[in-house]
């Protein structure tokens, strides 16, 4: 990550990510309502989601962006394509 403006944002997220983890190992060990840990899971992937979106931002505003500023097209228009299908799935 060259450019990681972002970066303690991230790593913020991250951490409370990896606490929901740890909350929805204890949920499932203590037999805790299916519908609550797939609350919980869902707030996991959206979590995720949002750290995705942030570091692609960040890949898009600086990476991407030094590329084509450096001449680099092919090799930018190569990455975009990339993000794109990424994103997709």
Same mark, same amino acid.
């Given at each position: 990550?060259?450019?990681? !403006?972002n970066?303690?944002?991230?790593?913020?997220?991250?951490?409370?990510?990896? $606490?929901?983890?740890? $909350? &929805?190992?204890?949920?499932?060990?203590?037999?805790t !309502?299916?519908?609550?840990?797939?609350t919980?899971? @869902?707030?996991?992937?959206? *979590?995720? @989601?949002?750290?995705?979106?942030?570091?692609?931002?960040?890949?898009? *505003? $600086?990476?991407? &962006?030094?590329?084509?500023?450096? *001449?680099?097209?092919?090799?930018?228009?190569?990455?975009?394509?990339?993000? !794109?299908?990424?994103?997709?799935?």
């Amino acid at each position: 990550m060259k450019h990681s !403006y972002n970066k303690p944002r991230i790593v913020r997220r991250l951490k409370i990510i990896e $606490g929901q983890m740890r $909350g &929805l190992q204890e949920m499932v060990e203590n037999n805790t !309502y299916c519908i609550d840990v797939i609350t919980q899971t @869902s707030a996991v992937k959206q *979590g995720l @989601s949002n750290i995705e979106d942030l570091l692609l931002e960040n890949h898009l *505003g $600086g990476c991407i &962006l030094d590329q084509i500023k450096s *001449g680099q097209t092919d090799k930018a228009r190569t990455e975009i394509l990339k993000v !794109y299908k990424l994103k997709r799935k």
